[in-house]
């Protein structure tokens, strides 16, 4: 018998599941642990809540839970409740699938004023995740800045782009949906340090600009090279700076239509964040030029107004003691998702914070390839049994599977209409929920 502990419920942990059931069928015993009461991490409180389509892949992670060979392990902080030594004794081996949840900081000037947000603060916040759900953004004044241009960077801006209408299907929380509903923005302008062709954002993401009842994608047309350089492009990239094109052609009767400019600002390097009297009234970027694929500044500066600004610029993975750590990486310390014998990471907290939710099912099958030429047919380890032991001698208040169905059918009962759920936003209405 092999006994796996799997630390994170998010697509990565439960790919790793799946494969180790797959691998092992009855000869294996999985928990999958969670320091929240709910599983499926970056499903949950990553996605953005109008992408109902991507969550639906939950659906298959919960056949995976329900297997007879798989638990749920919530509401357990790895490092604080039980730590990596003590599941180490217990189980043949411990994986972290604990993904990259701390947002990387630019390091600037002022960057620590009232309303500057890093996007897992700003996307936890308006998908109920209980450490961000009262970072409270002011969103009544007129002029929003999103750094960085990658895909978290479009899914902040179409969040702040939409109108309640647009968002009923989706599971926004009652609370962003509320501080929403009294938003002033005119502009939300997105920042790239480099150019058309250096962005991180792919054509599906992109296109929804296109479509939004209130907001209009603004590109200056001079900032777009000349169309035969198009061609060198990979074919993602290509569609994506094609939608640039047909951004910078909207005429100007369109874009007077729509209350909300979503300005692409290329070439812009942020410098300087500045407030006044405690308020953040704009952010100071340096034009760049691109040499060699590396932004460099030309030393000429200027002001973008913003009243709030989410940086969404890449994440990191926690640290956790005694756990060798890549630092410069913010990733476990790795090769190919083995970190020692018996020790090891998938997903982002492997190969840090790229690739879409798919990239972890190879990655969940590829370290279980790891695990089983080291771990043989298991060493007689305790598992889950010993696990409950220590559980029971801490007071450990464990929820299970079952206990996040009801969780579940109680955030479906409270959902308004149209919407699949609202969901609890608190820790404690989590748990109370499941009685
Ligand atoms: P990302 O794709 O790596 O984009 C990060 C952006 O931040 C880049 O434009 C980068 O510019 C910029 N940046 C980094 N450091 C900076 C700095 N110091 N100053 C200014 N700009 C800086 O990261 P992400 O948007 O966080 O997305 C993470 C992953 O999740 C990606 O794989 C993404 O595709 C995926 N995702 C997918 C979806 C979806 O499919 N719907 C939705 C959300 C996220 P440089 O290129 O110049 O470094």
Redesign the pocket.
Known sequence: MRHIAIIGSGPAGYYTAEAAGKQWEDDARIDVFDKLPVPYGLIRT???PD?QS?KGVARRYEKTALSDNVRFVGNVTVGEDVSVAELQDLYDAVVFATGAPED?S??LEGEDAANIFG?AAFVGWYNGHPEFASIDPDLSKRHAVV?????????VARILSKTEAELAGSDIVEHALAMLRGSNLETITI????GPH?????P??LGELMHLDRASPRVDGDDLPPVDDDAILEPGLRKSVTLLRDFAAIPESIHGEKAIAIEFDFFA??VRFISEGGRLTGVEVERTTIEKGR?TGTGETYVVPADVAV?????RSSAIDGVPFDERQGRFANDEGRILPGLYCVGWAKRG?????G?NRPDGYGVIEKLAEDIGQGGRKRGREGFDELARDRGLDIVTFRDWQKIEEAEAAAAREGAPREKFVDIESMIAARK
């Open positions: 990553g996605v953005a992408h991507i990387r630019l390091g996007s750094i960085g241009m990658g895909n978290v960077a479009l899914d920042l790239g340090r480099r250096q962005i991180m954002m792919t599906k993401e390097n942020p932004a940086t969404c610029i890449g994440y914070p790229t690739g879409t939710i990239t």
